[in-house]
T-cell receptor, first 113, second 109 residues
Framework: NAGVTQTPKFRVLKTGQSMTLLCAQD?????MYWYRQDPGMGLRLIHY???????AKGEVPDGYNVSRLKKQNFLLGLESAAPSQTSVYFC????????????FGPGTRLTVL | AQRVTQPEKLLSVFKGAPVELKCNYS??????LFWYVQYSRQRLQLLLR??SRESIKGFTADLNKGETSFHLKKPFAQEEDSAMYYC???????????FGTGTRLQVFP
């Protein structure tokens, strides 16, 4: 099992450009999450999904959109990138067994110039 | 509002010294607390959770509801413990985790 994978690993964008980050998991997990990690801020939840076709806002959703068309994929979109969105983005997933462990991807380092 | 506070950004100790990474939370209900660890160039992974009351890699953490704390402890630090440690809280009946800002542990030889 690959676990949670993220594509791409690195990306540099210019202000105003758009892009989509892909998260994929092969563990058949219902729940998926997108976080951003910034120095001194820890991990902050952007959006999450409790199942295929559902999404919900997290702590810092502005400037991002998400879609969960397939259970195994969770896409994070930036329609018009801003320098404030320079960050490391982590995807995570978890099952509904009650153990509540979130499994994380390796991260995507995004720089917006 | 629910909050997780990790007051130390950086904790430096020598190998063999005791380690305590502090975590305090604010939540009026029954929380579920976790410690996650991120080693250099690796992904974030669960270290331990309070419900399990387990010891992982020599680390333990006890939930103190009176002091609203969940400090992570290890009696003798090892160089391989150097990493970023995050405390996290899950409110009852929610699907989300609230993370602290993290503490970087440096263990010197």
């Amino acid at each position: 099992n690959a676990g949670v994978t993220q594509t791409p690993k690195f990306r540099v964008l210019k202000t105003g450009q758009s892009m989509t980050l892909l998260c994929a998991q092969d563990m058949n997990h219902e729940y998926m999450y997108w976080y951003r990690q910034d120095p001194g801020m820890g991990l902050r939840l952007i959006h999450y999904s409790v199942g295929e076709g559902t999404t919900a806002k997290g702590e810092v959703p502005d400037g991002y959109n998400v879609s969960r068309l397939k259970k195994q994929n969770f896409l994070l979109g930036l329609e018009s990138a801003a320098p404030s969105q320079t960050s490391v983005y982590f995807c995570a997933s978890r099952d509904t067994s009650g153990y509540n462990e979130q499994f994380f991807g390796p991260g995507t380092r995004l720089t917006v110039l | 509002a629910q909050r997780v506070t990790q007051p130390e950004k950086l904790l430096s100790v020598f190998k063999g010294a005791p380690v305590e990474l502090k975590c305090n939370y604010s939540y009026s209900g029954s929380p579920e607390l976790f410690w996650y660890v991120q080693y250099s160039r690796q992904r974030l992974q669960l270290l331990l959770r309070h419900i399990s009351r387990e010891s992982i890699k020599g680390f333990t953490a006890d939930l103190n509801k009176g002091e609203t704390s969940f400090h992570l402890k290890k009696p003798f630090a090892q160089e391989e413990d150097s990493a970023m440690y995050y405390c996290a809280l899950r409110r009852s009946n929610t699907d989300k985790l609230i993370f602290g800002t993290g503490t970087r542990l440096q263990v010197f030889p």
